[in-house]
């Protein structure tokens, strides 16, 4: 049973909130939940009273509980988290009781089962709303609001003269149950040139329009349907001069496919502008998922694909835009998987066959063409030697493991469907990936499109971080959480963790 060290804290005295004085009576009772590893505040706590109040920590591990008729008077909160445990009573009852006092505080101490670390929620309304009622000081400029953004889905990142340059896809406004459907930016500094630290957040500043809400970054003349932008890249043109492109897909849901292509932005009208349309039944040769940018020889290559790099294209503007430059990473042939005279799957970079994914190696074991040891996508778990099907994530060579490091999610998990994460390492940006260690998981909840952001890793790669979009869709359940759903969520990973050394088998 873990034992939680609780420690109360009597305000007296005078403090401000929005500018006026309060004496310690007006001010909430505080509980803070913080990591018993690193004393770190922890988002996304649920506490919960006896008459079905629920309270959500925030950013800093805080809620600012004031609820009439139960200060002044001891009251039970059950105690839960995504991969954190927090104390049992003898009657198997999880949680804790407090006797609230106007000032006063409570910090409670939870044992986190993640090797990841949660930091704090990147996107939405309130991200530190309870540290600003209790009149604390929030790292962000903007700890409420900002461009209006309830909630987004998908991050893709890019630096983009000088800048981090961010794209969201579905974003959900204040004001009405429909928001933009046709992709959201905005730009921050990097922590090297003024901005914060990562561990601390992300201050955005969003493309918006005249009502301030975050404005359609790739509206295109065809209001059908919505429009997604994936594969975001910077690439030279002839002049060699810095474009930012990528594929544009405008969809009528997520079945039907109405007009895709190559998308650029303009950096005078701030806009995604089509740069080239590719036919309807173009199914393999464009940008996808999060781009891992590469020199090899004396080419820069986009790499690029779902659950790890399979595709790759020269880092060229007119390249990008062309099909016929596109090479997939395989060794299918016209009668099945091709292999070498030593029975090996026989991989090159070819142009007149499509990359090997996941789905298809899985497809390719059930029929029992390949065997599952040969696949480059699908994994073994070292816990439990079972196979891993990753649906999407990122990759990036890391200085610190001298190596390159995968993380995605799990297609088809448990305890979430598309909310288990994974760490794998590999010698080559294609993989295989062969050994895989779980860094976060979820509870019956999704953590989709997850993606490292290498501009933000420290001590030479020791600590790298990492977002996703947590969403109640595709989880089962029926209940949203409050203030974090449909939203991104920041974890720091250390690379020196012992439970990681089976990935680097």
Known sequence: MLRATIVA?????????????????DKPFCLQVVDEATGRGVPLVELETMDNQLYLTDSAGRVAFQEPGQMGLPVWFSMRSHGYEFPTDGFGMTG????????????IKAKRLNIAERLCRLTGQGIYRDTVLLGESAPIAEPLTNGGVVGQDSVQSVIYHGRIFWLWGDTMRLSYPLGNFRTSCAWSDLPEKGGLPPAQGVNFHYFTDKDGFAKEMCPLERKEGVVWLFGLAVVHDESGAEKLIAHYARRSGLAKLLEHGIAVFNDQSEIFER???????????????RVTPLHEGDTDWLYFGDAGPCLRVPARFHDVCDPAQYEAWSYLGENGPRRRADGQLDYAWRKDVP??????????????LIKPEECRAMPEDVATHRRVVLHEGSVY????RRRWVLIAVEHGGKPSFLGEIWYAEADAPTGPWLHAVKIVTHDRYSFYN???H?????????LIYFEGTYSFTFSGRKDRTPHYDYNQILYRLDLSDPRLKDAQR
């Open 355 to 368: 990359p090997v994914e996941s789905p298809q190696e899985e497809q390719l074991v059930q029929r029992r």
């Open 454 to 462: 290498p501009f933000f890793d420290e001590d030479g790669g020791k």
């Open 96 to 107: 804790m009781r407090f006797t609230s006092q106007p000032g006063g505080q409570v910090v």
């Open 9 to 25: 804290i009597q305000s007296a005295g005078l403090f401000l909130v929005a500018g006026s004085p309060a004496v310690a009576a």
């Open 275 to 289: 740069a080239a349309t590719l036919p309807v039944n173009e199914k393999w040769r464009f940008p996808r998922g």
């Open 397 to 400: 060579w890391n200085a610190y």
């Open 450 to 452: 997850p993606t490292q």
